[in-house]
């Protein structure tokens, strides 16, 4: 397929949009991403910080937006002077970790660190002693299972010519597929996805007291759930996620296994982050194809050619990456995109503005297979904190794509785009419920 071919213009999921000088000042004066307008529709936001200021100070948030390419990529470079540990520390439920941590302990079983938010050389230990759970070879043997997944989900709705593209179809995929994979055969998957957003707020900045405090009790829920499953594995291991690491070990380590607090975060994260992204990710997916027909039509012509169907999956990760944004910390004094950061100085590598960078990816808002850089979007992050499930993460994407347009066609929304929320958090770019209309192939 040439490349003229596979250009795609039109109505994309952010709203593209020029910033003048003169506006985009203004813009940055006055905006934060904590606001929910620019949160949903950030692209202005985005282009203002590349071209006025591109580590930017957002005084809502209390944190440098780090919003070009090559500065994300220096910071990826360097998880020594940019730590993922003590950024993220200082994103856990800001401003209520005391409380929270205290919650936790008394209803939750112990309060957990995430041990894969970690520096080197710790982190090295912990994705080594996780490998074998994301091996090569138990990913490649997913697809059939993935692909009845998605196929029985469909069934569930298609005869009804609508759904709800979050609720009806990403969420139950991801879940299923993840629990698959963890070995839990009897589970609420609503309790789950309600748990997941519990553990996405906790990095989101953007929750209150009360608020909190939920979010707080349902992850108690998740960790006293999984840590049953845990200690069953402990006597019973089986093939399946849960008991790789219970029973993980990595020889040459001075440690060579996981204690059970670091097992119990790592279990947490593969639930919450085994679902809640690329669920985010089929959602996108649904919205582009019901308001760009033209990407429909790119996406039937591509699902029968797996080179093509790759492509597909690597731009839509580029133009709507689920994850927007994720945190680090200074650990001394550093120059960065010309500006001068104290040590302590807390960041969000902006992975969604890196991704519609005009001179990085020309055109960012065309859907474009055919880019001859398609592989450097970061949206998977990058360097030693690169995603470590992003193949299945890929395989899921790419089959659920596959299944969709080969039995849906004539994707439309049943409500005004402007009429779509989002989440409240700053980490993701999740959209809380997609109304769609379609036409069963025939």
Do not use: W
């Given at each position: 397929m040439a490349a003229a071919e596979t250009q795609v213009t039109g109505p994309a999921p952010r709203e593209a949009g020029q910033c003048p000088a003169a506006q985009g000042s203004a813009l940055l004066g006055s905006a934060s991403l904590t606001d929910p307008a620019i949160s949903a529709?950030?692209?202005?936001?985005y282009d203002a910080m590349q071209a006025l200021d591109p580590v930017h100070y957002d005084e809502k948030l209390r944190m440098y937006l780090v919003s070009r390419y090559e500065d994300i990529q220096t910071v990826q470079r360097?998880?020594?002077?940019?730590s993922v540990e003590h950024g993220y520390k200082a994103q856990y439920a800001a401003g209520f970790f005391e409380e929270f941590q205290q919650i936790l302990e008394r209803d939750g079983q112990g309060y957990f660190p995430d041990a894969i938010m970690s520096?080197?050389?710790?982190?090295?230990?912990?994705?080594?002693?996780?490998?074998?759970?994301?091996?090569?070879?138990?990913?490649?043997?997913l697809e059939p299972l993935i692909e009845t997944i998605v196929r029985e989900t469909i069934e569930g709705f298609i005869d009804r010519g609508e759904c709800d593209g979050v609720k009806d179809f990403a969420v139950p995929v991801t879940i299923r597929v993840i629990c698959e994979q963890l070995g839990i055969d009897v589970y609420d998957a609503d309790k789950i996805q309600r748990w997941s957003i519990a553990v996405t707020q906790q990095i989101g900045r953007m929750q209150n007291r009360e608020q909190m405090i939920a979010n707080a009790r349902d992850i108690c829920d998740l960790q006293n759930f999984l840590i049953a499953h845990m200690?069953?594995?402990?006597?019973?291991?089986?093939?399946?996620?849960?008991?790789?690491?219970?029973?993980?070990?990595?020889?040459?380590?001075?440690?060579?296994?996981?204690?059970?607090?670091?097992?119990?975060?790592?279990?947490?994260?593969?639930?919450?982050?085994?679902?809640?992204?690329?669920?985010?990710?089929?959602?996108?997916?649904?919205?582009?194809?019901?308001?760009?027909?033209?990407?429909?039509?790119?996406?039937?012509?591509?699902?029968?050619?797996?080179?093509?169907?790759?492509?597909?999956?690597?731009?839509?990760?580029?133009?709507?990456?689920?994850?927007?944004?994720?945190?680090?910390?200074t650990t001394r004094p550093v120059e960065l995109g010309g500006r001068s950061l104290p040590e302590g100085a807390h960041l969000l590598l902006m992975y969604a503005s890196a991704n519609d960078q005009q001179d990085v990816f020309p055109c960012p808002r065309t859907f474009d297979m055919e880019r001859s850089n398609l592989g450097r979007h970061v949206s998977f992050g990058g360097g030693s904190?690169?995603?470590?499930?992003?193949?299945?993460?890929?395989?899921?994407?790419?089959?659920?794509?596959?299944?969709?347009?080969?039995?849906?066609?004539?994707?439309?929304?049943?409500?005004?785009?402007?009429?779509?929320?989002?989440?409240?958090t700053v980490a993701t770019h999740s959209i809380e419920c997609l109304p769609i209309a379609f036409s069963k192939r025939a």
């Open positions: 529709q950030p692209t202005a936001y360097d998880p020594i002077t940019y520096d080197p050389p710790y982190h090295t230990r912990i994705r080594k002693l996780m490998d074998n759970a994301f091996s090569a070879h138990r990913v490649r043997q200690r069953d594995r402990e006597a019973n291991p089986r093939e399946d996620m849960i008991s790789d690491l219970v029973h993980a070990r990595a020889e040459g380590e001075d440690n060579p296994t996981l204690a059970f607090g670091e097992a119990v975060s790592l279990v947490r994260a593969l639930m919450i982050a085994g679902n809640e992204t690329t669920a985010t990710a089929m959602s996108n997916m649904l919205y582009i194809l019901a308001t760009q027909p033209e990407v429909a039509e790119l996406l039937k012509e591509s699902a029968d050619d797996d080179r093509l169907l790759s492509r597909f999956v690597e731009e839509l990760l580029r133009i709507e990456p689920p994850v927007r944004g994720l945190s680090r910390m904190h690169r995603c470590i499930g992003l193949s299945l993460a890929r395989m899921e994407i790419r089959v659920a794509a596959r299944e969709v347009i080969r039995r849906m066609e004539d994707f439309r929304l049943t409500v005004p785009a402007g009429d779509l929320k989002y989440l409240p």
